[in-house]
């Protein structure tokens, strides 16, 4: 199985408690590419970077990580996009953006633009967020959801996580509309209360559990210490806790780490309940940790043999 995970890796500026800032590369889709290469999975990024020093980071630290660079295109004078992260005392974190010219946003245009649509239909799972959509601009979500419409048609999925970042959006009008479109393509949906909370208000659930049989849904919510997976496949519907985590230090890639857990584990065979209860522990390992990346002998022994990893 071939997954690509699509959207945008980022210059990261996380200031410190002193003020000081530490540099390093993040992105949603990114990190839940990383996890899934961790787990065993053959996973490519696809996304558009410029021919700048921070862009050869980037592509060199991805392919030490096992992530298939295949799909990167590099576009001549351009640079990524950067962001600051900052973190409260109970591990919340904010983000402030520059990213208006960011690289990643022309992956559908131009002369390589066709060249990466037509790859992207090979693949067996495409998984996108919010944010990815939110880089394109209408020509290039029209784009991509034509690619992912003949990539159902020959038998592949989609995998869409609602992460939701208001600033990426002219309107929250607009960016409802581009969900609901998202999430009616989508054959698996990762969805979070507060994201549905922010878009919809109280009809946010019924946004979600319309496709309710038709795709596999897994609801988040992380009100509570232990936050709570409602994993509807089917005509099932299972509530999966997680385990209380002692310590949170920083919730920065919890979504994203979750999702690679249990993409890497329904596709190897498990259940979804028992890939909502993986994902749980992957994603608590995740939060003990300052930053998005955990080093790797930090990644928790998850209840599945992954694809590729020997016993």
Known sequence: MRVACVGECMVELSERPDGMLSRGFGGDTLNTALYLARLG???????????????????????REGIG???????????????????????????????????????????????????????????????????????GRAALAETLGRLRARGGRVAFDTNYRPRGWPDREAARTVFRAAMAQADLIFASVEDLDWLYGEAGEGEVLRHRGRAEIVLKDSSARAPVARVLAGEAETRVPAEPVERVVDTTAAGDSFAAGYLAARLAGLDPAPAAAAAHRLAGAVIGHRGAVIPPDAMPALPFQPPGVPA
């Open 41 to 63: 999975v053959a996973v490519d990024y696809v996304t558009a970077l410029g021919d700048d020093p921070w862009s050869d980071e980037m592509a060199e630290a991805w392919a």
């Open 69 to 139: 660079l295949s799909q990167v295109r590099r576009l001549p004078g351009r640079m990524p996009g950067l962001y600051i992260i900052r973190t409260d005392a109970a591990g919340e974190r904010s983000f402030h953006y520059w990213r208006d010219s960011a690289a990643a946003r022309d992956l559908f245009a131009g002369p390589g633009g066709a060249a990466t649509r037509a790859a992207l239909e090979g693949y067996d799972v495409v998984y996108l967020s919010g944010i990815s959509l939110s880089l394109y601009g209408e020509a």
